[in-house]
């Protein structure tokens, strides 16, 4: 089960779970949730109203 990350505040992010950078910052709004789709292998963001926008990004190490 994938641990999603509840936003408290409008976050601007660049990177997911301390190792997933994205190719874009993604702005995630305050109580929208966040993480990573490990069987996509992209960060997700649950937009609140039924939404999740997928992003593009990379593991690093």
Known sequence: MARHTIADRLLLVDTVDRWFHLDEPTFIGAGQAYRVDRSADEPCVDRG??????????MCR
């Not at 039924?50 to 593009?56: D, F, I, L, N, T």
């Open 49 to 58: 109203d039924g939404r999740v926008s997928r992003h593009v990004g990379a």
